[in-house]
């Protein structure tokens, strides 16, 4: 019999691993593999390698791993690998961040599940926008033990970030009884890509303020920025000129350098209790330290990093471009995006039914009869049925082959319904 | 105000991690920093790395980091390095280990963390021998809430391991109401450096199964074993027939292979509910993809790894010899240790008053004054006050340097004791 908080691990396991895994095990080769699976579920850059590549190993061999690199360093992360990181951030951020204020982790999950950890005892809670990124229930809950309570955002506003249904949520557990000690964000929003802008962040601060909650930034696709609108942290002053030292940023190499595999995630916090308590809990998770040293390398030229960030963002929008082509082509209804490597598709129309169930149905369909692997809104706790992640982030002509097979499919199953019928878009 | 947790784990911060870091920033150098600290107050073995030099170099030209390298892979490790340690640790336990019972995780700290966090709930036990490795407190303790209950062993029998001391304490928690979940043994012991024998091993194991806890053996030391016993791991059959189910084991890169800066540690389990539980954890705290490339690259010549093993126990075993015949010359007794990085000095007759407060005051003056920085008993729950560990895993000279200054300090201290009077002491 295992403990309380292992059964809790779980029952509560991310689907959206497995779901990857059994995608990658067999995937789509044009030549080699055509009817192979289609993994466009998970949030990967694959757009990136090429840039990296070189300059890894043009690192490694000028540099490589020494004795020093090998010993143990400060668990909460290298001196030289927080310096970089602050130096990045700041700009970012628009604000200069302290490295000792920075915390290294384990992905950025790690620092989710520190920050989560430092702030809730089991059973209080932490409101977080809805849909949002579905492994915020055990990235901030799982070892935690918090609440995640969902505060709703509109369909019909495209589920753009508001104050207000922040502010409906906080009122709501205030009136259950339920002790809510953060507010947590995607920034850039993950699922559906939105830039939240200055107004809207500055909106959630005060209500953050109001209620004496904390607020969690997680800014992981800070850099993956492909439109109109520049990216705000919570950390700008210019925003959160009175709530800083309660607002804790996340950050890590997972998306906006291509490198989830490295686990390196980071938090920021201005409270030195929060900070004091966040180090402690990174003792049980830090970073290799060949991996610190790796990292700092790649953040070492700050050119470097500027041409890189900047072709990222240009591929990213390229793609996006690229994809939402197709969809229109097709008359595949979305949220328009303007960050992150995905789209939240607008599949309500060919839901076999209503309500989640239906939605798993069609996500079931398009896993194993398509092959297609993208999410259902349910794992993003939607607030209503219908809508799907397509993460596009992978080469265009398997982009292109996906949207072709979903196109196919939602036609086959609902051949009375021609996809091209302008009338049913919500999106052009 | 921080978490209930999180408050526990700032009230436990590790001593040791502390010392290390302040005397690491101002090291002895014969020529620039004659009046610098000695650190061999951390267990790190500084003996290996120009065998590890040419081939880490070689591997990282050979093998670079690759795109499927820095991509997302199983969260309890990747398959190639759980199959390589698997490997590796069969023959180090004499029966066949399935890499699918393997748990990779970030550190042997993320490992105990992550069987004591699927064990225990908070408040429940477990019963580890004392003296032990200080950081089990916040290792096992700090974030499963698990109390950690000292076995004390006894001084007169140089603190061996017995059965009697595990059961008594088993026997007295039971009597107080404790609910404990496991017994956990450093295997080869920390800070002694004693072998354990099959018959102990087997008493201990016995002792587990009567009293139905698991057992958790940190086997981080398993091939850093100097002396004439064989090392026999808790799960090799020939000492655990019955018990092999409940017995948890733990390893890591940081001893054997002198690299704790890569903080990869493995859990071996063969309870189902305890690997998915403890896959569960390890979700919280994977290591760097591109670090266990590295180390499967490392572990991937078995002839390469014999040889370096093999060499790593002859320098082991000289550094011990080297340390030993100083503290002897001088009159500092110690007992007499077989493997790991350690001697346990016996300095009671030093002690300037009596209890743990007295040995913290002679620890004191040894780090201010001598400027050495090696760990007081207490911070290894000795039975009684009076006992250091010194790690000797660094350069001879270091090694003879500390001994003079420590043995400087305790003349100068008890003047009237000589230091070479053969009768006070307990080790020849």
Avoid at 214 to 219: H, P, T
Avoid at 357 to 369: C, I, K, N, S, V
Avoid at 384 to 401: I, K, M, S, Y
């Amino acid at each position: 019999m295992v403990s309380r908080q292992a059964a809790r691990l779980l029952a509560d396991t991310p689907a959206i691993a497995e779901a990857h895994f059994r995608a990658e095990a067999e995937p789509y080769d044009a030549r080699l593999r055509p009817d192979g699976y289609l993994n466009l579920g998970t949030a990967e850059n694959r757009l990136l390698w090429d840039l990296l590549d070189e300059r890894l190993a043009s690192l490694a061999a000028a540099d490589p791993m020494t004795e020093a690199t090998a010993r143990y360093a400060p668990l909460h992360g290298t001196g030289v690998l927080r310096e970089r990181v602050a130096g990045l951030l700041s700009a970012t951020c628009r604000t200069p961040l302290d490295a000792d204020d920075l915390v290294v982790i384990s992905g950025a999950t790690g620092a989710l599940d520190a920050i989560a950890s430092v702030l809730c005892d089991p059973g209080e809670a932490i409101v977080v926008p809805a849909p949002y990124y579905g492994a915020f229930d055990t990235d901030l809950g799982g070892r935690s033990g918090a609440r995640i309570l969902p505060a709703p955002l509109d369909p019909a506003d495209g589920f753009r970030l508001t104050a207000e249904a922040v502010e409906r949520a906080l009122k709501q557990a205030a009136a259950e009884g339920i002790t809510v000690r953060a507010v947590a964000l995607s920034s850039p929003s993950n699922p559906v890509g939105e830039v939240h802008g200055p107004e809207v962040l500055a909106a959630v601060l005060r209500v953050a303020r109001d209620h004496d909650v904390d607020v969690i930034s997680d800014e992981i696709y800070a850099h993956a920025v492909f439109g109109p609108h520049a990216f705000t942290s919570a950390a700008d002053p210019a925003v959160n000129p009175h709530w800083a030292a309660r607002t804790h940023v996340v950050w890590g190499f997972a998306k906006d350098f291509g490198l989830p595999g490295l686990k390196t995630g980071v938090l920021h916090t201005r409270d030195p209790e929060v900070l004091a308590a966040a180090r402690a809990v990174a003792y049980f998770a830090p970073v290799s330290t060949a991996t610190q040293h790796t990292l700092a390398g790649l953040l070492a030229d700050p050119v470097w990093v500027a041409s890189f960030l900047a072709a990222g963002r240009r591929r990213l929008g390229d793609s996006y471009g690229h994809l939402v082509a197709l969809l229109d082509a097709h008359g595949i209804p979305y949220a328009p995006a303007e960050a992150g490597f995905s789209v939240w598709l607008d599949l309500r129309r060919w839901l076999p039914g209503t309500g989640f169930d239906a939605e798993r149905r069609l996500w079931r369909g398009l896993f194993e009869t398509a092959k297609v692997s993208i999410l259902p809104g349910g794992a993003f706790r939607s607030p209503e049925p219908g809508w799907f992640r397509l993460c596009h982030t992978v080469a265009a002509p398997l982009v292109a082959e996906a949207v072709r097979r979903i196109a196919a499919h939602l036609e086959g199953e609902h051949g009375t319904r021609p996809l091209d019928d302008p009338s049913n878009g919500r999106h052009p």
